[in-house]
């Protein structure tokens, strides 16, 4: 990913799509879960939304076509998402 840090797999029974220290992810997905994207390139996190049943979510923007896709934040478990980097996103 952006920093080259190790992705832990979560241990709360869902995936993880990012990094866990610095939020970047990839753009494999045009729907969540269906790896069909052709584009590849890095996500950049670019905020924060609530969603209902789902919690805090980051909010990815595609670096090469600016594709916007939000994808759950892992809060606990093993291998949570740094709190600092994510308190340090703008609510969108």
């Known amino acids: ?20 220290a610095c939020l970047w992810s990839l753009h494999v997905d045009e729907l969540p879960g269906d790896r069909a994207s052709g584009c590849r390139a890095p996500m950049a996190p670019i905020g ?7 919690g805090w979510q980051v909010v990815h923007r595609c670096t090469a076509c600016g594709h916007r896709q939000p994808n759950r934040l892992v809060r606990e478990g ?11 996103l703008p609510w969108l």
Not at 4 to 20: E, F, I, K, L
Not at 78 to 88: A, F, N
Request: hydrophobic share 30%; proline share 8%; charged share 25%.
């Open 48 to 54: 924060l939304v609530e969603k209902s049943g789902k």
């Open 78 to 88: 093993d291998g949570p998402d740094d709190l600092d980097v994510v308190l340090s």
């Open 1 to 20: 990913m952006h920093c080259a840090s190790a992705v832990p797999a979560t241990t709360d029974g869902h995936y993880r799509n990012h990094c866990p």
